[in-house]
């Protein structure tokens, strides 16, 4: 049990940052020379035990406008960088968790 609870945040982690990776991928094919800061602002940061959040920071180069990127805006259409990003975040996520809990046994 103590080695279980020791390997969860792990397997929450890589998910994580395998989400942010997908995101900024995106990011770096749509946001071309007007958000060329816009991908790099994309981070994982550590909000709990097992939890993460995933997107823009604002206090990076181009972080503030993640809204627009994604939603779009009067200059531009969205990018949906997110949106393509977190389809394969269920199912992956699932995954790893039933190999991590396999592994317990």
């Known amino acids: 049990a103590v080695q279980a609870h020791l390997e969860a945040p792990g397997v929450v982690k890589d998910e994580a940052v395998k989400f ?7 990011a770096r094919k749509s946001a071309r020379q007007h958000g060329k800061h816009y991908p790099a602002s994309i981070t994982a940061e ?26 779009g805006s009067v200059n531009q259409p969205p ?27």
Not at 20 to 26: G, I, L, V
Not at 51 to 66: C, F, I
């Open 46 to 71: 550590k909000v709990g035990d097992a939890e993460w959040e995933v997107g823009p920071d604002s206090a990076l180069p181009q972080g503030g406008m993640g809204r627009g990127f994604e939603w």
């Open 20 to 26: 942010r990776n997908d995101w900024r991928d995106n």
């Open 79 to 105: 990018h949906n960088d997110m949106g393509q990003a977190i389809v394969s975040v269920p199912d992956r996520l699932e995954s790893a968790v039933k190999k991590w809990s396999e592994n317990l046994l």
